[in-house]
């Protein structure tokens, strides 16, 4: 079984701040995480993925995440925000034996403060 | 390459009518996926097909039906909608089953059932 929980349902920060939104999953086997954002009216983009490799994952849009096994943790990060980064981010899981089909977390609403 | 498109954009129907929504692929792409999005509870799988003539269903199959005649189209029905399935359908698409490769998403479609 698998599992994916978005921590904030909503985000604000102003412009030029740091972005933290945070996920933590559950998986029984070895998991592919994604990042997707959707911005309103659109459909889901893919920001970035983890897929076993490096476990710092760096995406689009100066976004990056890192995987910690230990805490069972993919948040996600930007350094500095920007007006175009408002939009729903949603945190996946893939479970990587014999299922292709993704869990999706609940969503985080960003909104960015001018 | 248009990639995933959907059609219609927007549709208003009242209990008990049906319709189809059309999804089409230009990529080439083995897989194909049909999910719901409501408020707070992010994208839920309805049914996925694994390649041309065959479905399966997924999370919350009830109520819809779906078909996949040609590689690049997967078409999902209501054949009696109800006000439960007001939401908004995305249609996505991936390369192959059984590795961590992103799904891409359609732009939706905005279904109210009165």
């Known amino acids: 079984a698998q599992s994916v929980t978005q921590l904030d349902s909503h985000v604000s920060v102003s412009e030029g701040t740091p972005v933290l939104l945070r996920c933590n999953y559950s998986s029984s086997y070895s998991p592919s995480l994604f990042w997707y954002v959707q911005h309103p009216n659109k459909g889901l983009q893919l920001l970035l993925k983890?897929?076993?490799?490096?476990?710092l994952v760096k995406g689009i849009n100066g976004f990056e995440a890192e995987f910690k096994k230990s805490e069972t943790s993919f948040h996600l990060t930007k350094p500095s925000a920007h007006m175009s980064d408002a939009a729903e981010y949603f945190c996946?899981?893939?479970?990587?034996?014999?299922?292709?089909?993704?869990?999706f977390g609940t969503g985080t609403r960003l909104t960015i403060i001018p | 390459n248009a990639g995933v498109t959907q059609t219609p954009k927007f549709r208003v129907l009242k209990t008990g009518q049906s319709m189809t929504l059309l999804c089409a692929q230009d990529?080439?792409?083995?897989?194909m996926y049909w999910y719901r999005q409501d408020p707070g509870m992010g994208l839920r799988l309805i049914h996925y097909s694994v390649g041309e003539g065959t479905t399966a269903k997924g999370e919350v199959p009830d109520g819809y039906n779906v078909s996949r005649l040609k590689k690049q189209n997967f078409l999902l029905g209501l054949e009696s909608a109800a006000p439960s399935q007001t939401s908004v359908y995305f249609c996505?698409?991936?390369?192959?089953?059984?590795?961590?490769?992103?799904?891409?998403f359609g732009p939706g479609t905005r279904l109210t059932v009165t």
């Open positions: 996505a698409s991936s390369p192959r089953a059984g590795a961590p490769y992103e799904q891409y």
């Open positions: 990529m080439n792409h083995e897989y």
């Open positions: 996946v899981v893939h479970s990587n034996f014999g299922n292709e089909k993704l869990t």
């Open positions: 983890y897929t076993s490799a490096a476990t």
